[in-house]
């Protein structure tokens, strides 16, 4: 069973910048693709940035194109969103997904517990 564990969340002041982590406990993930979603009150959970197994291939929702920017270290079974210009409206719990297909367009199996992400303006 893989467990994706979410780390790196907390409250920022708008225009700052936060790095979450994720790190997959189970099993390896380095042949599977990963995603991060996120989840503000009141709202459904939406699509944040995508990434493939090797890293070459990478999806971004418009709202944070040019400011988030997600990676992977296969070697340390992790990957990380980089979020950088934060604003009030990237308050949300965001949630790290796993794939059982090398290719993020093939959706998410798996899904951590979520680490929140507060943005003060």
């Known amino acids: 069973q893989v467990q994706p564990v979410e780390s790196g969340g907390g409250l920022v002041q708008a225009g700052g910048s936060l790095r979450l982590s994720c790190a997959p406990s189970?099993?390896?993930?380095?042949?599977?693709?990963m995603g991060w979603f996120r989840q503000a009150p009141g709202k459904e959970r939406e699509f944040v940035a995508a990434?493939?197994?090797?890293?070459?291939?990478?999806s971004y929702a418009d709202s944070v194109k040019g400011r988030f920017t997600i990676s992977r270290d296969n070697a340390k079974n992790t990957v990380y969103l980089q979020m950088n210009s934060l604003k009030p409206e990237d308050t949300a719990v965001y949630y790290c997904?796993?794939?059982?297909?090398?290719?993020?367009?093939?959706?998410?199996?798996?899904w951590g517990q979520g680490t929140q992400v507060t943005v003060s303006s």
């Open positions: 189970g099993r390896t993930f380095s042949s599977y693709a």
């Open positions: 997904a796993v794939s059982s297909h090398p290719d993020y367009r093939h959706g998410y199996d798996y």
């Open positions: 990434i493939s197994w090797s890293g070459g291939s990478t």
